[in-house]
């Protein structure tokens, strides 16, 4: 990883999986941060700490849909203190999760599963978490050990495919079609 004191610390990974129900019965469908993403770009969605508006921690670079969920990539900034511990926190693997804040602008609830069906978001902001509403959203590690934990024809991100990620997601799906 970088060193937070020279460029910034790099963090990325996936904020939101589709067709997996969060904990709180959210469930995103592939499309729904289109408008918002072409509305904004990147760096009109905010960087906080767990989901705090006076704890700015970076900033975000690019964000984008993929076949998955929503990616996003960027950076703490270093003369922040509070993303510097939180630097340290992700590299020792303290802190590993992200999560989207925003406004449900189309959505439909499911009578029988109660699930709430997301189909256009308005996204404000993505957090750096401890404990992520959508468990799999996760930062990806930058190791060699662990690769970007996911899998995606996109071309902007270049990473080694995940079969515990894929399965993971899998059983997330299928939990939330049974209403489990």
């Known amino acids: 990883m970088a060193d937070v004191t020279v460029e910034g610390f790099p963090i990325e990974g996936y904020a939101c999986l589709f067709n997996v129900a969060d904990l709180g019965r959210d469930l995103v469908l592939p499309g729904a941060f289109a ?3 072409a509305r904004q770009s990147a760096r009109g969605v905010r960087m906080l700490y767990q989901h705090d508006p006076a704890e700015p921690l970076g900033v ?3 964000a984008f849909e ?3 969920g929503l990616y996003v990539r960027g950076r703490l900034s270093p003369g922040v203190a509070r993303a510097r511990e939180c ?3 992700v590299r020792d693997g303290a802190i590993d999760g992200l999560s989207i804040g925003f406004k449900a602008v ?3 609830t499911d009578p029988r599963t109660r699930l709430r069906r997301l ?3 308005d996204l404000w902001e993505v957090s750096v978490v401890t404990f992520p509403m959508q468990p799999q959203a996760r930062i990806a590690r930058r190791s060699d050990e662990l690769r970007i934990a996911r899998r995606s024809d996109d ?3 270049a990473a080694t495919p995940s079969p515990a990620l894929a399965l993971d997601a899998a059983a997330a799906r299928l939990r ?3 209403g489990a």
Do not use: K, M
């Open 155 to 157: 071309p902007r991100i």
């Open 119 to 121: 189909s256009r978001i």
């Open 106 to 108: 189309e959505a439909r």
């Open 176 to 178: 939330a079609a049974v």
């Open 35 to 37: 408008a918002s993403l």
């Open 60 to 62: 975000w670079t690019d």
């Open 66 to 68: 993929d076949g998955i």
């Open 87 to 89: 630097a340290a926190l």
